[in-house]
C-alpha cells in the first residue's frame, strides 16, 4: 500500500516533443503529490506538486494531470528541450513521509 | 538564499570504520528528513525529525546506523560500523513543516570499501 510506480524507466524525446511520466498509488490517505526533477551529481529538486482537490495544475511547460478514482498522476513536459534531460521522481506523502517512484530517466535529443 | 547543506560530499572510508554525515537546513524549517539513494532500491526515507524530536525512524536499516537533531540548525546521521553495502548517496531534506514541500541538499556520496 506504500508504494508508487513510476513508468516508463527511460524516456527519448525529440526536442519539441511531449514527454509524458506515469505514476500510481494505493494508498489513498496521500495527500500530497510532488514531481522531482534530479541532474547529476544534485538532489532532486521540487519541479511541480498537486493536491487531490485538483485534476490538474500547470506551471510553464510543466503540467500534472491526476485521476483520483484510478489514483494515477502524470507529468507532462510540453516542448521538451535538451536541458530537460534529467531524472524524474514522482513521489506520495501523507504528513510528510515522502514516498518515491522508482524515476526516470529522460533524454531530450536535439 | 542558502538552500540545505550537506557535509562532506564525498566521503570515501575503509569497512568497520565510524562514519558522520552532516547537514544544516534552511532557516526556518521545522522538519528535516534523511534519505539514501541507491541504484537498487532508488531513493528511501531514512529518519525524519519535527522540531528537532525523531518522528519515525522506521526506514534505518540498522542499529548500525543513527541520527540525531540537537538543534534546529544541525542533524548528523552515523553509521558505526560501516559496511561495504552502505555505499550510496545520503540526502538531507527539509520542509517548513510535515506535508510541506521538501528541499533537498546535493547529498554526501559515501563510498565504504
Known amino acids: 500500500q506504500q508504494q508508487v510506480k513510476q513508468s516508463p524507466q527511460s524516456l527519448i524525446v525529440q526536442k519539441g516533443g511531449i514527454s509524458i511520466i506515469n505514476c500510481a498509488y494505493e494508498?489513498?490517505?496521500?495527500?500530497?503529490f510532488p514531481w522531482y526533477q534530479q541532474f547529476p551529481g544534485k538532489g532532486p529538486a521540487l519541479l511541480i506538486a498537486i493536491r487531490p482537490d485538483v485534476s490538474e495544475k500547470k506551471e510553464g511547460r510543466f503540467t500534472i494531470s491526476f485521476n483520483k478514482s484510478a489514483k494515477q498522476f502524470s507529468l507532462h513536459i510540453m516542448d521538451s528541450q535538451p536541458g530537460d534531460s534529467a531524472t524524474y521522481f514522482c513521489?506520495?506523502?501523507?504528513?510528510?513521509?515522502?514516498?518515491f517512484g522508482k524515476g526516470t530517466k529522460l533524454s531530450v535529443k536535439p | 538564499d542558502a538552500g540545505v547543506i550537506q557535509s562532506p560530499r564525498h566521503e570515501v572510508t575503509e569497512m568497520g570504520q565510524e562514519v558522520t554525515l552532516r547537514c544544516k537546513p534552511i532557516s526556518g524549517h521545522n522538519s528535516l528528513f534523511w534519505y539514501r539513494q541507491t541504484m537498487m532500491r532508488g531513493l528511501e526515507l531514512l529518519i525524519y525529525f519535527n522540531n528537532n524530536v525523531p518522528i519515525d525512524d522506521s526506514g534505518m536499516p540498522e542499529d548500525r546506523f543513527s541520527a540525531k537533531m540537537p538543534n534546529a540548525s544541525f542533524s548528523t546521521l552515523k553509521i558505526q560500523p560501516s559496511e561495504p553495502r552502505d555505499s550510496a548517496v545520503y540526502f538531507c531534506?527539509?520542509?517548513?513543516?510535515?506535508?510541506?514541500?521538501?528541499?533537498f541538499g546535493d547529498g554526501t556520496r559515501l563510498s565504504i570499501l
Open positions: 513521489a506520495a506523502t501523507r504528513r510528510g513521509n515522502l514516498i
Open positions: 494508498n489513498t490517505a496521500f495527500d500530497y
Open positions: 531534506a527539509s520542509s517548513q513543516g510535515l506535508g510541506q514541500p521538501q528541499h
